[in-house]
């Protein structure tokens, strides 16, 4: 197994674990917070696709896909189009409501387009500084194992916070 394939393997878990989570609810099951602080479901989905567009996009130099296929219009929330969720307060989680088919497919195109990136990684690729303003700078390597764990870390909060809702119905 190749870098491209080990890094191919380890993203293509969160569309199943993203999938688990919102599959089947409806929007305001989605919304659902266990307590007024708590992120939703939907808030946790999209952030997770939204962190992973947004640093994907970044390390390739391209567009993200939230302005340029026109999710960001798809989903009309009251955020700036660069806004992932990043820091976003209590209120702000409560604004973000979609459904589960918009946020999976939204999901889906950047697993797409990260799937496609990563195919053309080789293994000496993991070395290039991307991001100098730390000490020590950041590789593209543990940039993308980063974006892998907080993709997976949300998706997993997600289907435990759905798992709360389901408990609460009983």
Known sequence: MDVAELLIESYGRVDGVLTQAVDGLQVDDLAFRPDPAANSIAWLAWHAARGEDAQIADVAGVEQLWTSQGWADRFDLPFDDADTGYGHSPQEVGRVRAGADLLLAYYRAVAERTRDYLAGLREGDLDRVVDEGWDPPVTLGVR???????????????????????????
């Open 144 to 170: 993308l194992v980063s974006i892998v764990g907080d993709s997976l870390q949300h998706a997993g909060q997600a289907c435990y916070v759905r798992g709360l809702l389901e408990r609460a119905r009983t």
